[in-house]
């Protein structure tokens, strides 16, 4: 096979791995649900509320404003002690004060 082909088919090849990947983390991301008032500081995922500007900018535990990604369905039974109802919410919210 010619250097030319092969640097062709390398090419496709890649192309088509990066669009799978692409998908993969789509349909990954998909099933996956922002829980806020879980994260523990400095490890929420990005775009949390004020006082942050990405991902691992939370400045304390269990921020209301912070978010992670967690498996759809799983938000609501993940411990939040400074959430009303004692666990993740699917909106941020203000703190309880215990």
């Not at 062709?8 to 998909?30: C, N, P, W």
């Not at 990005?46 to 500007?53: F, I, L, N, R, V």
């Not at 991902?55 to 609501?76: F, R």
């Amino acid at each position: 096979m010619s250097m030319k082909k092969t640097m062709i088919i390398s090419a496709a090849l890649a192309t088509v791995a990066a669009g799978l990947a692409v998908t993969d983390s789509a349909e990954a991301r998909a099933k996956k649900e922002k829980c806020y008032g879980i994260s523990l500081a400095g490890h929420n995922d990005c775009s949390a509320g004020p006082g942050t500007s990405c991902a691992g900018t939370s400045k304390k535990d269990y921020q209301t404003n912070a978010w992670k990604l967690v498996p759809q369905g799983t938000c609501t039974t993940i411990e939040s002690p400074t959430s009303p109802t004692g666990f993740g919410q699917l909106a941020a919210f203000k703190e309880v004060k215990k």
